[in-house]
């Protein structure tokens, strides 16, 4: 059995997360682990509560640890690579950050997925892309983006995975998150 290598991609919004998930996912002959909340959203609407954000979060780890398992059997089967990597655009921290920045409190199951989820390498997107509009996403504010940048950043510092921020266009973003995973993982 291949012991997978998972790396998560967080950031505000708009920052080129699922851009970048998707770029590494194909280079590296993978599969990602797509943002939950973006399919509940669209599915139950954008008026959400407090509760729906634990729902999300639910979604998000089930997704993850399906679309691991997905990894896994590719990888099993057919893969001369030493260590299957699965990409996560967003994790629990993100859930974090959504539950506090907006309802000042934060549902204690997702504190105790980031005490027991592990990590190989989080990539931290930078908000220097232009702010692009779409249905679901709330903060077109530099200054608000930014402040959770900081937030996001401030995570980064005070826990123990390695991590590395993400800045620059699309091109820029790939080749820093390339050199940070062969880095960090060895590959």
């Known amino acids: 059995m291949h012991p ?4 998560v991609v967080i950031g505000p919004e708009s920052t080129g997360k699922s851009t970048l998930c998707r770029q590494l996912a194909e280079y590296y002959n993978t599969l990602w682990c797509r943002e939950y909340a973006r399919e509940y959203l669209l599915t139950h609407g954008t008026d ?6 634990l729902e999300i979060a639910r979604g998000q780890i089930a997704l993850e640890d399906h679309t691991a398992e997905l990894v896994l059997e590719k990888y099993t089967n057919k893969s001369p690579l030493q260590n299957p990597l699965l990409f996560v655009d967003t994790d629990m921290y ?12 934060c549902h204690q199951w997702i504190i105790d997925q980031i005490a027991i989820r592990r990590y190989d390498l989080y ?16 903060y ?10 900081l937030i996001y950043r401030n995570i980064m510092i ?15 973003r790939f080749e820093i998150a390339k050199q940070a995973i ?3 993982l060895g590959i």
């Open 123 to 138: 990539l931290l997107c930078n908000t220097d892309l232009p702010w692009v509009k779409d249905e679901l996403r709330e």
């Open 140 to 149: 077109p504010d530099f200054q608000t983006r930014e402040r959770l940048f």
């Open 48 to 53: 959400y509560s407090y509760a729906n954000l």
């Open 182 to 184: 062969e880095k960090q």
């Open 94 to 105: 993100v859930m974090k950050v959504w539950c506090e920045f907006v309802f000042h409190q």
């Open 158 to 172: 005070n826990q123990e995975t390695p991590w590395v921020t993400i800045s620059g266009d699309d091109d820029v």
């Open 4 to 7: 997978l290598k998972k790396i």
